[in-house]
């Protein structure tokens, strides 16, 4: 099977025992309207509360034409699909090497007074094809977990199960993604 979104929507309906959906973007039932509403958010939170390396990109950040207002000189636009900062560097005050150094973030702006930036981050990534299997099983599983309450009835026994199931993945996916 390959993966899309709409499979990954079905497993997670699955999971709660529901019907499945044939088509997330067109489907009109109300599985898949519920599959709408959550799949972007989950995903994006899922990919930002870890340090996926399926997600991980570096970037060299372009100026701002327009300077902070105060404490720091220089501003910097982060890439369009950034989630989370890994790492910040800077080659301006020791050649051929990267420093950390002092910064801080304002919107989708990285502020310092640095005079260039270099960052690792986690990105968005859109494209199914890309995911790690272990991040489908967690996507699936979080999917789920908010699909209880509106197509289950909330059952509490169904809930204890995912979070326990999301309790046993995690060290593995921690573990994997280490290496």
């Not at 390396?53 to 950040?61: D, E, G, K, N, Q």
């Amino acid at each position: 099977m390959s993966i899309s979104e709409t499979s990954i929507v079905n497993m997670a309906l699955a999971k709660i025992g529901s019907k499945r959906i044939n088509d997330l973007d067109t489907d009109s039932s109300i599985n898949a309207i519920h599959g709408r509403t959550h799949y972007d958010q989950t995903r994006d939170s899922l990919m930002r509360s870890h340090y996926w390396r399926f997600a991980s990109a570096r970037a060299s950040l372009s100026e701002d034409t327009e300077s902070p207002d105060f404490e720091w000189e220089n501003q910097f636009i982060l890439p369009t699909d950034f989630l989370r900062l890994k790492s910040v560097y800077s080659s301006t005050n020791v050649p051929f090497e990267n420093t950390r150094f002092a910064f801080a973030m304002e919107g989708n702006r990285l502020l310092t007074n640095e005079g260039s930036i270099d960052i690792r981050y986690i990105k968005r990534v859109t494209d199914v094809s890309k995911f790690d299997p272990l991040f489908v099983e967690v996507l699936v599983l979080n999917l789920a977990l908010k699909f209880v309450g509106p197509m289950a009835g909330g059952d509490p026994k169904l809930q204890d199960k995912l979070q326990l199931e999301i309790r046993l993945i995690m060290p593995a996916v921690r573990a994997l993604d280490r290496q």
